[in-house]
């Protein structure tokens, strides 16, 4: 299936914002975003860029469902092919970069642990004490790998449920309430599942490295509580499936992209403002029109004759979105120690040095070590099947 090209920069974008949370926050005010005044009006806007996972989440959703839904929901859909891909995609440079961070630990004296195996397996984040060991942010990693597991059934469910198995229909009023409350029952089913799990395992009193601890960690750190963000991404990959976006007039979908990219960042600043005055209430609904909102970005984007679409489809820009994984999992860990030794001899350009190197490096395991993996893996193990392209 045919790439969108801006969504992969958006993925860059993403994970700026979380660059962008890291340095706010580990290095000011001696070494980051607040020691310069260039950078002190955006403060606001950095200190809520953990929002970046949500989008990454939202764009997964829309990805993962525009690309698999159909073949799952007309039976032909294959399993092991979906999750050799998979598998492809996140674990090579998962791997890598969790060997080098224990070797590292080994290194300064750290011994060998039972938490080793779970972090170096990706279930980090259904450990609360475990949640930024290993690789840092690698816990939103763990709630992926569930989505992952869990969408071909998702995608059977939905198709039973809501829209049938015979190909796109016209989207009637009751067509989109079934769609709507399958939706609403799935999302009610994992919470419930999720709280239920942590209620049996306290029960049991499993509590190795505060396993499933209590229902905020719950909530935060886990599909049971994250789906309504990849149920937004799912949304939309149906609302793009409908041909709606064909449908909307390109100077429409540049609008609203700069529109949802403002709006963005204006509740970024306002999430910030409500979080440091204990505004729980209000930070989550500027969280969750931030996840809205993606939903609407993405659709904007996906018309691609738009020229909003086609700025962000710049080779660059597209590149950097291809290597954000790697940047993302590499923040806070080692690999960041030497980058950062040479970013804090630049003065009032560290930031930007600092974001240069980091992509350079990714770029270096992109091309070396990630799509090389990548291949094998999928030549190997995914059985002669071509599939469809993409995710």
């Given at each position: 299936?045919?790439?969108?090209?801006?969504?992969?920069?958006?993925?860059?974008?993403?994970?700026?914002?979380?660059?962008?949370?890291?340095?706010?926050?580990?290095?000011?005010?001696?070494?980051?975003?607040?020691s310069g005044?260039?950078?002190?009006?955006l403060l606001?806007v950095?200190?809520?860029?953990?929002?970046?996972?949500s989008?990454?989440?939202?764009?997964?959703?829309?990805?993962?469902?525009?690309?698999?839904?159909d073949?799952?929901?007309?039976?032909?859909?294959?399993?092991?092919?979906?999750?050799?891909?998979r598998?492809?995609?996140?674990?090579?440079?998962?791997?890598?970069?969790a060997?080098?961070q224990?070797?590292?630990?080994?290194?300064?004296?750290?011994?060998?642990?039972?938490?080793?195996?779970?972090?170096?397996?990706?279930?980090?984040?259904?450990?609360?004490?475990?949640?930024?060991a290993?690789?840092?942010t690698?816990?939103?990693?763990?709630?992926?790998?569930?989505?992952?597991?869990?969408?071909?059934?998702?995608?059977?469910?939905i198709a039973a449920?809501?829209?049938?198995?015979?190909g796109?229909?016209?989207?009637?009023?009751?067509?989109?309430?079934?769609?709507?409350?399958?939706?609403?029952?799935?999302?009610?089913?994992?919470?419930?599942?999720?709280?239920?799990?942590?209620?049996?395992?306290?029960?049991?009193?499993?509590t190795?490295?505060g396993?499933?601890?209590?229902?905020?960690?719950?909530?935060?750190?886990?599909?049971a509580?994250?789906?309504?963000?990849?149920a937004v991404?799912?949304?939309?990959?149906?609302?793009?499936?409908a041909?709606?976006?064909?449908?909307?007039?390109?100077?429409?979908a540049?609008a609203?992209?700069?529109?949802?990219?403002?709006?963005?960042?204006?509740?970024?600043?306002?999430?910030?403002?409500?979080?440091?005055?204990?505004?729980?209430?209000?930070?989550?609904?500027?969280?969750?029109?931030?996840?809205?909102?993606?939903?609407v970005?993405?659709?904007?984007?996906?018309?691609?004759?738009?020229?909003?679409?086609?700025?962000?489809s710049?080779?660059?820009?597209?590149?950097?979105?291809?290597?954000?994984?790697?940047?993302?999992?590499?923040?806070?860990?080692?690999?960041?120690?030497?980058?950062?030794?040479?970013?804090?001899?630049?003065?009032?350009?560290?930031?930007?040095?600092?974001?240069?190197?980091?992509?350079?490096?990714?770029?270096?395991?992109?091309?070396?070590?990630?799509?090389?993996?990548?291949?094998?893996?999928?030549?190997?193990?995914?059985?002669?099947?071509?599939?469809?392209?993409?995710?």
């Amino acid at each position: 299936m045919k790439e969108i090209k801006a969504l992969t920069t958006l993925r860059a974008f993403a994970a700026f914002l979380v660059f962008m949370y890291h340095y706010a926050y580990l290095f000011a005010p001696h070494q980051g975003v607040g020691s310069g005044p260039a950078w002190l009006t955006l403060l606001p806007v950095w200190r809520s860029g953990q929002i970046g996972v949500s989008i990454f989440f939202v764009l997964s959703g829309f990805l993962i469902t525009r690309i698999y839904y159909d073949e799952f929901a007309d039976g032909t859909g294959s399993l092991r092919w979906f999750y050799v891909k998979r598998f492809a995609r996140i674990w090579p440079l998962f791997l890598l970069f969790a060997a080098v961070q224990h070797v590292a630990m080994l290194a300064q004296g750290q011994h060998v642990s039972p938490s080793w195996l779970i972090t170096g397996t990706m279930t980090q984040g259904f450990f609360r004490d475990l949640r930024h060991a290993g690789l840092p942010t690698a816990w939103s990693l763990t709630i992926e790998e569930s989505f992952y597991a869990l969408a071909p059934l998702l995608f059977v469910a939905i198709a039973a449920l809501a829209l049938g198995r015979s190909g796109p229909q016209p989207w009637t009023a009751y067509r989109v309430a079934r769609f709507v409350a399958t939706m609403v029952f799935l999302s009610a089913s994992l919470a419930g599942i999720g709280l239920g799990a942590m209620l049996l395992i306290q029960r049991l009193g499993w509590t190795y490295a505060g396993l499933l601890s209590d229902r905020e960690f719950v909530f935060h750190s886990t599909l049971a509580g994250r789906f309504p963000e990849f149920a937004v991404g799912m949304a939309c990959a149906f609302v793009h499936r409908a041909g709606v976006v064909r449908r909307l007039a390109t100077s429409a979908a540049s609008a609203l992209s700069v529109g949802s990219f403002v709006t963005i960042g204006t509740l970024l600043a306002l999430k910030d403002f409500t979080t440091r005055h204990n505004a729980v209430a209000a930070s989550y609904a500027c969280t969750y029109s931030i996840v809205l909102l993606t939903g609407v970005l993405i659709l904007a984007l996906a018309r691609e004759e738009a020229w909003a679409s086609r700025v962000l489809s710049g080779r660059l820009l597209v590149y950097l979105g291809k290597v954000s994984y790697g940047f993302y999992l590499m923040q806070a860990s080692v690999l960041m120690v030497p980058l950062l030794f040479i970013a804090r001899r630049c003065g009032p350009l560290r930031v930007a040095v600092l974001y240069v190197l980091m992509n350079l490096f990714c770029a270096a395991c992109q091309e070396l070590w990630e799509q090389p993996a990548r291949s094998f893996i999928v030549r190997r193990l995914g059985g002669g099947r071509r599939g469809p392209g993409g995710a």
